[in-house]
Structures are given as C-alpha cells and as structure tokens.
C-alpha cells in the first residue's frame, strides 16, 4: 500500500492514496516540488519502481528499506546520484502482540526534494 501526502509552498495538504492515485501525485511533484511524505506499507514492486523512478534516492536508502531486518533509522542525504538531498526515515510499526519486536514490513520514507 502506498500513501503519499503532499504539501506546496503555502498550500494546504493533500493525501492519496493507491498506485494511480500516488503516480499522478509524483508526477506532479516533479513540476511543483512540494514537500512529501509517503508511506510504503508491505510495497509492491509496482509500488518502489514507482517511487524510485520519480524520485530516484540512493540505491543504498532503498537498500536499508527494503531490507526486513533493518533497523529503524533517520538519515539526511545528499547523493550525488540522487534528484536532490532528501530525509529518508525507516520505521517499523509494533506488532499487535504487544511484542518488544517490530514487523518486517518498511513503514515510512520522507522525501523533501527541492
């Protein structure tokens, strides 16, 4: 599932939902470059090309994403081979069990490209 929210210079937010929805949002942001925030919960393939293809982060932010094991982290990135420096953030979200442990899933990557 892929969830993007997005806000331009003195506008107001907006959020979208699903891949048509989300693409046209990216598409948009390419011309408008408003701050976003998505949401990538159990991605498609679909789903990361989608985002990378747009918003092309460094091979090793999708990398530590991606990965289930991965840690939670927050990460401020200029890449040279990325768009634009960018915050990329990965969250796990609790397991309902009430476990010390998190799901494998990605939850969260933030993008404020400029």
Known sequence: ???ILSKAEGGA???VEGSLAARLALEAHVEERPRLWFDLTAPTREEVDLVQSHLRFAEY???DALRP???P???????EAARSSYLFV???APEASGATESEGSPSSCAA???
């Open 1 to 3: 599932m892929i969830r």
């Open 13 to 15: 937010l907006h959020l």
């Open 61 to 63: 932010s999708w990398e």
């Open 69 to 71: 094991g991965h840690p």
């Open 73 to 79: 982290k927050v990460e401020e990135v200029t890449d």
């Open 90 to 92: 990965v969250s796990r």
């Open 112 to 114: 404020d490209c400029w």
